[in-house]
């Protein structure tokens, strides 16, 4: 989140890049493109989402080997799509609230999660959906698009209730411009100008399913105009771009009077690495060597790039950050695996009754309990 006045952020990308080419503000290398301005960030800020990407990429890694070892459970990995998850959540301010799906964790991150919990999730642990009081975020959802008519009924509702200075950022994949939810969601949006920012990481998948057979539109963006919302469409690899058109899309979102107040559909251009989830093998439907292309304009490297180039990272700084980052993971991954609960938690709110079948079971693990003694039944489980 910057520190720095609103206005800093209505630079001229918008209009010198309008039409269906992505707004960029880096080229593919990381060098500033001439006809950009980048946005007006300090160096510390510049440093910090830097480091978010990093730490990203790092956790992101991990967590897939992870759950190879069948230490979590099923993950979405984010790597290629975290540039952009980290530009849209450093362009919030506290106060707004984030609905994100279950591929955005270093959107979460940023805004305010924990990494252990986020990981415990993982891990089973129904703690792990909790949310600090003070961090107004959503819980993670895994239903395609359910999201979208919420985060308006939320924007919505803080309109009524006069909170002008809060915003609600939505995230959404380019399947879920297929659902209904989309359609109803956008629709009440850009009747009643909620303040609200719809980001579609368009990474070119829906699980097996491209782009071009989702929809005849020319681009998910200009799907907005249907619905009476602004649509724009950024290089979502391009951690530069995202933040400072997603910035303005807030600041639209937050303009004090009911004419100059816009909902905004962002489409983040992207693309998925790897896999859906770690249940999925993406080589079954799609050519591999697709992927090369698109790390060509890998969302790290070309922030890096351009932080050498502006003196703003040095070897010395990227040497604390790695560090920095390793510890952070490292520790999230200790404190998740040291969370410890009961068996009988497993069957709580499944039924309204425990079914005979299941409870015998449970008496099964608690006769093993008593026998053996927590320490040596819980080395058993774990």
């Given at each position: 989140m910057s520190t720095q006045d609103d206005a800093d952020y209505q630079h001229s990308i918008g209009?010198?890049?309008?039409?269906?080419?992505?707004?960029r503000v880096l080229d593919d290398d990381g060098?500033?493109?001439?006809?950009?301005?980048?946005?007006?960030?300090?160096?510390?800020?510049?440093?910090?989402?830097?480091?978010?990407?990093?730490?990203?990429?790092?956790?992101?890694?991990r967590a897939v080997s992870f759950q190879r070892q069948g230490r979590i459970a099923t993950y979405a990995p984010m790597t290629g799509q975290e540039g952009s998850q980290v530009a849209t959540s450093h362009a919030l301010d506290d106060e707004d609230w984030l609905f994100p799906t279950y591929r955005d964790h270093a959107a979460k991150y940023v805004h305010?999660?924990?990494?252990?919990?986020?990981?415990?999730?993982?891990?089973?642990?129904r703690e792990g959906?909790?949310?600090?009081?003070?961090?107004?975020?959503?819980?993670?959802?895994?239903?395609?698009?359910?999201?979208?008519?919420?985060?308006?009924?939320?924007?919505?509702?803080?309109?009524?209730?006069?909170?002008?200075?809060?915003?609600?950022?939505?995230?959404?994949?380019?399947?879920?411009?297929?659902?209904?939810?989309f359609h109803e969601g956008?629709?009440?949006?850009?009747?009643?100008?909620?303040?609200?920012?719809?980001?579609?990481?368009?990474?070119?998948?829906?699980?097996?399913?491209?782009?071009?057979?989702?929809?005849?539109?020319?681009?998910i963006a200009e799907k907005a105009h249907a619905y009476g919302v602004e649509g724009v469409r950024v290089d979502g690899m391009d951690p530069l771009a995202v933040y400072a058109v997603t910035r303005a899309a807030i600041k639209k979102a937050k303009a004090p009077t009911d004419d100059e107040r816009r909902p905004t559909l962002i489409e983040s251009v992207q693309y998925r690495y790897g896999a859906h989830t770690t249940s999925d093998d993406p080589s079954v439907y799609r050519d591999e060597t697709e992927s090369e292309t698109w790390r060509d304009r890998d969302p790290l490297d070309r922030l890096e790039t351009y932080l050498y180039q502006t003196d703003v990272l040095d070897a010395e700084r990227e040497a604390v950050i790695e560090a920095r980052?390793?510890?952070?993971?490292?520790?999230?991954?200790?404190t998740a695996e040291r969370a410890e609960t009961s068996p009988e938690r497993m069957v709580e709110h499944v039924y309204e009754e425990t079914p005979d079948r299941l409870q015998e079971q449970l008496d099964e693990l608690n006769a093993l309990r008593e026998k053996y003694g927590d320490d040596a039944f819980a080395e058993v489980l774990g």
């Open positions: 209009a010198a890049q309008s039409g269906d080419e992505p707004i060098h500033l493109l001439s006809s950009a301005e980048p946005p007006a960030l300090s160096e510390a800020e510049l440093l910090e989402m830097y480091a978010d990407i990093k730490l990203a990429r790092h956790f992101d890694q305010g999660a924990d990494l252990a919990t986020l990981l415990k999730t993982l891990r089973g642990y959906y909790s949310v600090p009081e003070d961090v107004n975020l959503m819980p993670e959802y895994i239903p395609i698009a359910t999201q979208v008519p919420q985060a308006m009924g939320m924007a919505w509702g803080q309109l009524l209730q006069g909170n002008d200075d809060t915003a609600v950022l939505c995230h959404l994949g380019d399947g879920a411009t297929s659902e209904g939810d956008l629709n009440f949006a850009g009747v009643f100008d909620v303040p609200a920012v719809f980001v579609c990481n368009n990474n070119q998948w829906a699980i097996s399913m491209p782009r071009e057979r989702q929809t005849a539109s020319g681009t980052v390793e510890d952070e993971v490292s520790a999230a991954i200790e």
